[in-house]
């Protein structure tokens, strides 16, 4: 069925241009609010939840949510879900979209913001098309997250109940229409904190504990494990990285060269489709840290000490490609002429928790390339592919 792709790419268009960094959602939230009003969905249809009250961060807004009663000969089946996420990593801030032929590009040196604005343009779109041509469908709830790319806080926050018990979930975020994304790796974020003991490196460096140097022993334990970078254990494999290194927020590590560093904060993460190994990789960096702390000491004989923290940031999950969502989804995709391909991401979805919450969700792109880059653009043709997806999902039998 066409899709008015004019108007599909007037509405991209519109929500680029309006900034909404993770956790600065408030602006972009009344924009797609006036959008949807604008496709004649009825105020009393949207409302916002109270997911920001339960995120641990500050988050200006809750999650987005839309009711659309179904309509016609399918008005009494199941509920089905479509959903994004609403936020951009602060690399957009400051975007100005440009179209350029059958591409959307940035003329500021930012990040563009397609992941996942291009996401907000196609529930839009699926909303404009339902109510504009009266098309049959089950009963579908809209779901536009905060902060998924700060943790998924919006999706691992949000009340199932407010959703209306939704069979099944077809959430839209990077890459091709026809990617049919059926699993995403686990992930558990962790933080290290580095106790040593200040003195003049110039006249007593030997009563100091350089926290530096327990950083060094442990990254260097690390690697030589094999437990920094791509992990590959066996037939297990997964993904590790060491982030900021900072002195605490807003400070360095270490106030001067002459001053031996006694406070180090590392933030890191690990990653795996195996529940139980992103578990063992975090596992080998804690270890690493407390045995470096242990053989750094100073002229006294006092050693280091280490503050290990680690938390699940989200699950990983892999769907069978006999259940139904999967089914449908593959079928929806051959229904508009492209070729399905079934794959698992590296990265962590919305769909994490929303399969988490008992809701299988398959995921798809919308155009979205280069995100998280300043060479980021958007593919408009497959851009016109999501939305005519996410209407062949909400219509057919």
Same mark, same amino acid.
């Given at each position: 069925?066409?899709?008015?792709?004019?108007a599909?790419?007037?509405?991209?268009?519109?929500?680029?241009?309006?900034?909404?960094?993770?956790?600065?959602?408030?602006? *972009?939230?009344?924009?797609?609010?006036?959008?949807?009003?604008?496709?004649?969905?009825?105020a009393?249809?949207?409302?916002?939840?109270?997911?920001?009250?339960? *995120?641990?961060?500050p +988050?200006?807004?809750?999650?987005?949510?839309?009711?659309?009663?179904?309509?016609?000969?399918?008005?009494?089946?199941?509920? *089905?879900?479509?959903?994004?996420?609403?936020?951009?990593?602060?690399?957009?801030?400051?975007?100005?979209?440009?179209?350029?032929?059958?591409?959307?590009?940035?003329?500021?040196?930012?990040?563009l913001?397609?992941?996942?604005?291009?996401?907000?343009?196609?529930?839009?779109?699926?909303?404009?098309?339902?109510?504009?041509?009266?098309l049959?469908?089950?009963?579908? +709830?809209?779901?536009?997250?905060?902060?998924?790319?700060?943790?998924?806080?919006?999706?691992?926050?949000?009340?199932?109940?407010?959703?209306?018990?939704?069979?099944?979930?077809?959430?839209?975020?990077?890459?091709?229409?026809?990617?049919?994304?059926?699993?995403?790796?686990?992930?558990?974020?962790?933080?290290?904190?580095?106790?040593?003991?200040?003195?003049?490196?110039?006249?007593?460096?030997?009563?100091?504990?350089?926290?530096?140097?327990?950083?060094?022993?442990?990254?260097?334990e690390v690697?030589?494990?094999?437990?920094f970078?791509?992990?590959?254990?066996?037939?297990?494999?997964?993904?590790?990285?060491?982030?900021?290194? +900072?002195?605490?927020?807003?400070?360095?590590?270490?106030?001067?060269?002459?001053?031996?560093?006694d406070?180090?904060h590392?933030?890191?993460?690990?990653?795996?489709?195996?529940?139980?190994?992103?578990?063992?990789?975090?596992k080998?960096?804690?270890?690493?840290?407390?045995?470096?702390?242990?053989?750094?000491?100073?002229?006294?004989g006092?050693?280091?000490?280490?503050?290990?923290?680690?938390?699940?940031?989200?699950?990983?999950?892999?769907?069978?490609?006999?259940?139904?969502?999967?089914?449908?989804? &593959?079928?929806?995709?051959?229904?508009?002429?492209?070729?399905?391909?079934?794959?698992?991401?590296?990265?962590?979805?919305?769909?994490?928790?929303?399969?988490?919450?008992?809701?299988?969700? &398959?995921?798809?792109?919308?155009?979205?390339?280069?995100?998280?880059?300043?060479?980021?653009?958007?593919?408009?043709?497959?851009?016109?592919?999501?939305?005519?997806?996410?209407?062949?999902l909400?219509?057919?039998?």
């Open positions: 069925m066409p899709v008015d792709t004019q599909a790419a007037s509405r991209l268009m519109r929500f680029l241009a309006v900034e909404g960094v993770t956790g600065q959602e408030a602006a *972009i939230g009344r924009e797609l609010i006036a959008a949807l009003q604008d496709c004649g969905v009825p009393g249809a949207i409302r916002l939840d109270d997911a920001n009250t339960r *995120i641990p961060v +988050t200006q807004t809750g999650n987005l949510i839309v009711d659309l009663p179904g309509r016609g000969a399918m008005h009494n089946q199941p509920r *089905i879900m479509f959903m994004t996420h609403m936020d951009t990593v602060p690399l957009c801030a400051g975007a100005k979209p440009k179209l350029v032929g059958r591409k959307i590009v940035n003329e500021a040196k930012t990040a913001g397609g992941d996942n604005r291009a996401g907000c343009g196609v529930l839009v779109t699926l909303a404009a098309e339902l109510a504009n041509k009266q049959d469908h089950p009963p579908i +709830t809209l779901l536009f997250c905060v902060r998924e790319e700060s943790g998924l806080y919006g999706a691992r926050h949000v009340k199932t109940e407010d959703l209306g018990t939704p069979v099944m979930t077809f959430n839209y975020d990077g890459g091709a229409a026809s990617d049919v994304t059926i699993g995403a790796v686990g992930a558990d974020r962790w933080q290290v904190e580095i106790f040593g003991r200040a003195s003049h490196a110039g006249v007593a460096p030997e009563r100091g504990i350089s926290s530096t140097m327990i950083l060094a022993l442990a990254l260097t690697k030589a494990g094999g437990w970078g791509k992990v590959v254990k066996g037939k297990r494999q997964g993904t590790s990285n060491v982030g900021p290194v +900072t002195g605490g927020e807003g400070r360095p590590a270490g106030d001067a060269t002459n001053v031996v560093t406070y180090v590392v933030r890191g993460e690990s990653r795996s489709h195996d529940a139980k190994f992103f578990k063992e990789i975090t080998a960096y804690k270890a690493a840290f407390e045995n470096a702390a242990k053989r750094v000491k100073n002229s006294h006092r050693a280091g000490r280490v503050k290990f923290k680690a938390e699940t940031d989200y699950y990983p999950f892999r769907m069978k490609e006999s259940l139904l969502v999967v089914r449908r989804a &593959v079928a929806a995709v051959t229904g508009i002429g492209a070729t399905p391909t079934i794959r698992a991401a590296n990265g962590g979805l919305d769909a994490n928790w929303m399969v988490r919450h008992g809701v299988p969700t &398959v995921t798809f792109g919308a155009g979205q390339n280069e995100v998280h880059t300043i060479d980021e653009w958007i593919n408009l043709d497959e851009y016109d592919r999501a939305c005519a997806l996410a209407v062949q909400a219509t057919m039998r």
